[in-house]
């Protein structure tokens, strides 16, 4: 049954295409307002009411920005005591953006932890620094009453350098208390999350997003959310609300690293979220970025009263291996989709793979990681692929008898298959094993291709001539298209393992276009990273080992195999599309029995 391994090929291409289009990041409008303003400019940002741009609300008088770090080993906090908040987390060890060292939140126009007055109105007030609660290396207290005659007190604390991920970790306790005369209700104001850009121009743009997780379900806002959607289906937005029933924690976050804030007691509440451009180097595409805001608890305050509430921010990189350590629900942040057992699996397996190639090899350990993962994988999946390929010989010994069932039902293609299904029934032939191993690799590619898009282990990391497993490999470009060697060599050695598959007598054009697929997908996959291409690319190169080893086999025997009475699942299949398509034809007839069924058309009704 080539034929029908081809369309199934085509079909599973034709889905890879297509769900490419839709996640290619769309053009982004032009830069506008001051959605990412200047850090340390000693003032806050101005207000406006273009689209995409921050409303805050300036103070009656000039400020004077006056910042605090606390330090990890891993992390520099900058807190600045306009809105009270962190102002950016920069990673240490993380290899430099394409504005220089990571730093979370460094387009955003407040800071993390400030508080809006409703979403998107971040008031930019200057708080009082508070030394005297301060702890020197440990902790700052900031002191400021908002507009609204809220007086919030937040003391931000390093996490005991004992827990999992302490080094990204900070607790955030925010003290609030209604200096008004008049009732107050918290859920009119929300927690600043910060902003996320993408780091690199060639990062998968889509990755970037407000996160929520709500009662155990997790969910990304991608800036693409906020457009109008294929053929105009859906109005464009502004700001998008998500209400929460039960909000575990939210944030913001790009393909490697995110910003995230988790109450202590995870309640009702509303995730806000707005998307604008930044450009990271001049004259290049602007790039979508993200905010968000958490609403506080649906609170009252009466005058005087008080009420803290507590959270935990976590400000560093998507790395699986700490997240879940942190808990399953942190774990999530990773966002490896439906095929998330899988991509666990493999991100596991390749740490272990690397605890040892560490010690050999410190600069390529990686990629050798993900050529050794690979070869494990497909020696793992060895004996269904060589039984597939046998299945394909017999199938391709059957050729002759198939060309004569052509040529005696060219006008009845139901009964030409019902025959087929009898012949491979005879010779004990599953039509369907030659394409077992293309449906045991789907979950493998998809956990492999979702677990190394997210991997933020390969960003910096160097194999061969590539420069960062977590980029595309280019080495030059040529009239402004870029030059990526690993996807091309990964397309050829694809073409040479199609070329080396048994021919099972499909037809022609079919079988040109199976031939075609690899460079279909050369298309899809070209400004993938490396590190999926590497793989891509070894598994071609050690299939192509495993069809020569298995063509040095001796031939699979053609016997016949009598005494199978019982019809195969396929071939009830056929039986009953052919029923089907008998009882469409017989619509609109009178069965004659004389006539075997053939049918004549009924005479038109003359009326009476």
Not at 224 to 246: S, V
Not at 470 to 488: E, H, M, Q, W, Y
Not at 538 to 567: D, H
Request: net charge positive; glycine share 10%.
């Amino acid at each position: 049954m080539y034929d029908r391994k081809t369309w199934i090929v085509v079909i599973a291409c034709s889905i890879l295409l297509a769900v490419n289009v839709y996640f290619t990041p769309k053009k982004p409008p032009a830069p506008v307002g001051k959605d990412e303003v200047a850090e340390s400019s000693g003032t806050p940002p101005e207000t406006g009411d273009k689209p995409g741009s921050l409303k805050v609300e300036e103070p009656d008088t000039q400020v004077v920005e006056v910042t605090s770090k606390l330090e990890t080993s891993e992390a520099i906090f900058t807190f600045t005591n306009i809105g009270g908040g962190l102002k950016t987390a920069e990673m240490k060890g993380a290899k430099p953006g394409a504005e220089g060292p990571v730093q979370l939140n460094r387009h955003g126009a407040s800071a993390i932890g400030a508080i809006a007055n409703g979403p998107d109105r971040i008031e930019g007030i200057a708080y009082e620094f508070v030394p005297e609660e301060s702890v020197d290396g440990k902790s700052v207290v900031f002191r400021g009453r908002l507009p609204a005659g809220l007086v919030a007190k937040k003391t931000w604390s390093l996490v005991d350098g004992a827990e999992p991920g302490a080094p990204y970790r900070l607790d955030l306790k925010v003290q609030l208390e209604n200096a008004t005369e008049n009732t107050l209700n918290l859920d009119s104001f929300s927690l600043f999350l910060g902003s996320a850009t993408p780091l690199e121009l060639n990062e998968r743009g889509e990755q970037t997003g407000a996160v929520l997780r709500n009662d155990g379900e997790f969910s990304l806002t991608s800036p693409n959310a906020f457009d109008k959607g294929w053929f105009g289906l859906k109005k464009a937005q502004d700001t998008i609300t998500q209400p929460a029933g039960k909000a575990e924690y939210a944030g913001v976050a790009n393909q490697f690293f995110a910003t995230v804030i988790k109450p202590s007691e995870p309640g009702e509440s509303l995730l806000w979220s707005k998307t604008g451009s930044v450009t990271l180097k001049p004259g290049s595409q602007p790039l979508r970025s993200i905010r968000a805001g958490l609403r506080l608890p649906a609170v009252v305050l009466s005058p005087g009263e008080q009420r803290g509430i507590s959270y935990q921010v976590f400000t560093g990189p998507k790395q699986n291996g700490v997240l879940r350590k942190m808990g399953e629900d942190w774990g999530d942040l990773m966002n490896y989709g439906m095929f998330s057992p899988f991509s666990r699996f493999m991100n596991w397996s390749l740490w272990w793979i690397h605890a040892g190639l560490a010690k050999i090899s410190g600069t390529w350990a990686w990629g050798l990681s993900i050529i050794v993962l690979t070869i494990l994988l497909r020696t793992a999946i060895w004996p269904l692929y060589n039984r597939s390929n046998r299945t394909m010989k017999r199938m391709a010994k059957l050729k002759p008898e198939m060309d004569k069932l052509k040529e005696k039902y060219p006008d009845d293609p139901q009964k030409m298959n019902q025959e087929m299904m009898k012949l491979y029934r005879t010779y004990g032939i599953n039509p369907l094993g030659g394409c077992l191993p293309m449906f045991a690799q789907l979950p493998i590619f998809f956990g492999f291709y979702s677990m190394l898009m997210h991997a933020v282990e390969m960003r910096g990391q160097e194999f061969l001539w590539v420069h960062d497993l977590a980029l595309p490999d280019t080495i030059f470009s040529l009239g402004g298209i870029p030059i990526n060697p690993l996807p091309i060599v990964m397309a050829i050695t694809s073409f040479l393992q199609m070329a080396m598959m048994p021919n099972t007598g499909g037809d022609k054009t079919q079988m040109m276009v199976m031939k075609l697929m690899p460079f279909f997908f050369l298309f899809i996959c070209y400004n993938f990273a490396a590190a999926l291409a590497l793989y891509w690319t070894t598994s071609n190169i050690f299939s192509i080992f495993q069809t020569w080893l298995s063509n040095r086999l001796p031939e699979p025997e053609l016997k016949s195999k009598p005494g199978k009475n019982g019809k195969s699942w396929v071939e009830r299949m056929a039986e009953k599309a052919d029923q089907a398509q008998r009882m469409r034809q017989a619509q609109g007839r009178v069965i004659d029995p004389k006539e075997g069924g053939a049918g004549k058309k009924r005479p038109p009704r003359t009326g009476g």
